[in-house]
C-alpha cells in the first residue's frame, strides 16, 4: 500500500506562497501557516476525517494563492476605480480555480471561493453564513484574525484585544458557533506559539499521512 505523507507537499507549497506573498503582497510572514493552523485544529475540534482535514488545510494555505488577481485588486484597480475597501471576488473566484484542480474531499468546494464571505451577509459575495461552507468560514475566521492581530506575536495586551474583537464581530463577521468553536479548540498556550519558530512543527503535526 502505498502512503503519501501530504505534509511534505503542503510544507513546501506553504513555504513557497507564504515567502511570495511576504514579498508581493505584503503579508506577515508564515501567514497562510498560521491560517491553515487555526483551521486544522478547528477541524480536529468537529472530528473531521483525515482526508477532510486535509482539505481543509490545503484550502488555508493556498486561501490567497491567486497572486496576481490579488496584487491587482489591492495596488491597481483600488487606485484606478474608487478609494473604497478592494473588492476581493477576483482572487477569491481565480483562487478557487486554482484549488479546483487537487483531488481533495468534497469539503474544499467553494472554501476558497467563499473566504472573503461574512456572516451578516455583507462580505464578498452577500453570503450569510447559513449560505456559507463551513470551510471557508473557518478560513474567513483564520485570515481575518491573523491579518488583524499579527499572531506569530502574541502578547497579553493582544489576547485581550482579540477577545473584545470576538465579541463585537459575534453574527456580524462570524457565525457565533464558529467564534464557539475557536474558544474550544485552540487553547491558550497554542494561541502564543505561532511565532516562525514553531509554526512548521505545529501545523504539520496536525495532519497524518494519507494512504
Ligand atoms: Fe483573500
Ligand atoms: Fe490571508
Redesign the pocket.
Known sequence: MITFDISHMLAALSSVLDMVEKDLLG?TSN??KR?AYLCAKMGKSLSFSDEQLTALVCCAVM??SALTEYLYDEQLRADIKYSGPMDCRPHCLAGERNISVIPLDPIAKNAVLYHHEEANGRGAFGKTAAETPIAAQLIHFG?QI??QFVLSEMTEEKEAEIEAYLKNNVGVLFAPDVIALFRRAVTKEELYALDDEQINGRLFSQLNPLR
Open positions: 503579508a501567514h497562510s491560517v486561501h490567497d485570515d491573523d491579518v
